[in-house]
């Protein structure tokens, strides 16, 4: 199984608790996510304040007419530092999401590191280089500039893939 990586860092001019209030509420990815992707959140388990053990279900839209649905775990947490969230059902053979948050001068530095895999072998490999790779990284753009007019920044943002 091949897997994949894509990195992404972005400076946001707020503390570190209004970061985290925003990115640990799971009900803001909605805000985050292009809405092509037609992505809903079905249900969150517990309270609607982020904890290690929770279950999120969603339903997404991947190609025009297929829609999935989907569900992660927030594995890790530390408050104010990170979590990580796990596909445990879903259109992925792996996904391994890390939220790290870091005060920087002017704010606070954000990193999201995905690691995937899709399943099906070779042809898995052949749709993520036709257009799964290229997919996240539009996902990821969007964020970026969602974030960037929801917090603005003078400072310059980053997004590069291994």
Avoid: C
């Avoid at 860092?9 to 037609?38: D, G």
């Avoid at 339903?59 to 594995?75: A, G, H, R, S």
């Amino acid at each position: 199984m091949k897997v994949y990586q894509l990195k992404q860092t972005q400076v946001l001019p707020i503390t570190l608790q209004q970061a985290w209030e925003f990115f640990a509420t799971p009900r803001n990815l909605e805000k985050i996510t292009p809405s092509h992707l037609k992505f809903t959140i079905l249900s969150v388990s517990g309270s609607e304040k982020m904890y290690a053990g929770q279950i999120i279900r969603y339903k997404i839209q991947l190609l025009p007419f297929i829609k999935v649905n989907w569900t992660t775990e927030i594995t890790h947490l530390q408050e104010l530092s990170y979590f990580i969230d796990e596909q445990r059902f879903g259109p992925y053979a792996l996904w391994h999401h890390q939220h790290h948050f870091k005060e920087v001068p002017g704010g606070v530095e954000m990193t999201d590191e995905v690691h995937y895999a899709i399943p099906l072998g070779f042809i898995g490999r052949f749709a993520n280089w036709l257009f799964v790779k290229r997919t996240l990284h539009r996902i990821f753009e969007y964020r970026l500039a969602i974030l960037g007019k929801h917090f603005p920044t003078d400072k310059n943002s980053i997004l590069k893939s291994a």
